[in-house]
């Protein structure tokens, strides 16, 4: 897919698993297992989805998954699954290594968004990125260094305190424009600071949800994850985006969803719903 000056392209990082109750929150599980069937601990599995956006002698990440530096015991937990998704070899698909990374989005620092931002190597913690600049919000930076007891097993500081000891980190306010074409919106209804990438031109415009929809089922505007920390913020947050994206055809894009990575949305007598699915690279 091609938006503006921009080659966009889908990059497979893992797969994982969180509890199905807490990705729907009030939802019943007799609902939501429907099209998110449960293992036996009750976890559903979802993608670790990110974005690259190539073009303007540029290489854009947006997120970059879990990472690699979670113990066994950790990754039993989360299900963790980089077999036969994993950010190098995704890469490796565009003739890209993740030294050729020039820019790193991140939507914020919770650690299966930004956990693939360090690796470590004899003990140390480095960059993934090393020759990127990392983007987030100051304000969920600054929200990540002394979270809440909600979201304290989130933030993990390996994730990104790196950054900003390397002098890779840029801390932005706000609205604000990366590149031409390329900004973001702001949300604060999962966490502090969330930051939803939009590419655009004249006739096409895309965006990355992140959290705020992380897959499809959480288009209706009730499912909401038991992670968020202002349901009715985020329902709101949510009404607007996706009250946008039907009058502007926007194309949706899920970090999430297993199956579906980006949609157009339309509105009925039931809600928003998906109005076709919309592929960034070409399917054999």
Request: aromatic share 10%; glycine share 6%; net charge neutral.
């Amino acid at each position: 897919m091609n938006i503006g000056r921009y080659e966009l392209h889908q990059i497979e990082t893992g797969r994982f698993g969180l509890d199905g109750g807490a990705m729907f929150g009030i939802v019943p599980k007799t609902i939501w297992s429907k099209l998110n069937p449960s293992d036996d601990k009750n976890r559903i599995d979802l993608a670790l989805r990110a974005l690259l956006i190539m073009g303007n002698k540029r290489n854009i990440l947006v997120d970059n998954g879990i990472g690699t530096k979670f113990s066994e015991k950790y990754k039993k937990i989360y299900k963790i699954d980089h077999s036969k998704y994993n950010l190098d070899s995704s890469l490796k698909k565009f003739n890209l290594e993740t030294k050729d990374i020039t820019d790193a989005i991140l939507t914020h620092l919770h650690f299966d968004h930004a956990g693939g931002s360090t690796y470590k190597e004899d003990g140390e913690l480095k960059l993934t990125f090393p020759n990127a600049t990392y983007y987030v919000q100051k304000a969920n930076y600054d929200w990540a260094l002394t979270p809440n007891e909600k979201e304290q097993g989130s933030y993990l500081k390996e994730n990104f305190v790196p950054i900003l000891e390397k002098g890779k980190l840029q801390l932005v306010e706000g609205k604000f424009e990366i590149m031409p074409h390329i900004d973001v919106i702001i949300s604060n209804g999962h966490t502090t600071g969330l930051q939803l990438v939009k590419i655009s031109d004249e006739k096409n415009t895309l965006v990355y949800c992140a959290d705020l929809i992380p897959t499809t089922s959480h288009i209706k505007i009730p499912y909401i994850m038991g992670y968020d920390i202002d349901p009715l913020k985020i329902m709101q947050e949510k009404k607007e985006l996706l009250s946008t994206a039907c009058s502007d055809s926007w194309i949706l894009f899920f970090e999430h969803d297993v199956i579906t990575e980006a949609v157009k949305v339309k509105k009925t007598e039931k809600g928003f719903e998906v109005r076709e699915k919309v592929f960034l690279d070409s399917r054999i």
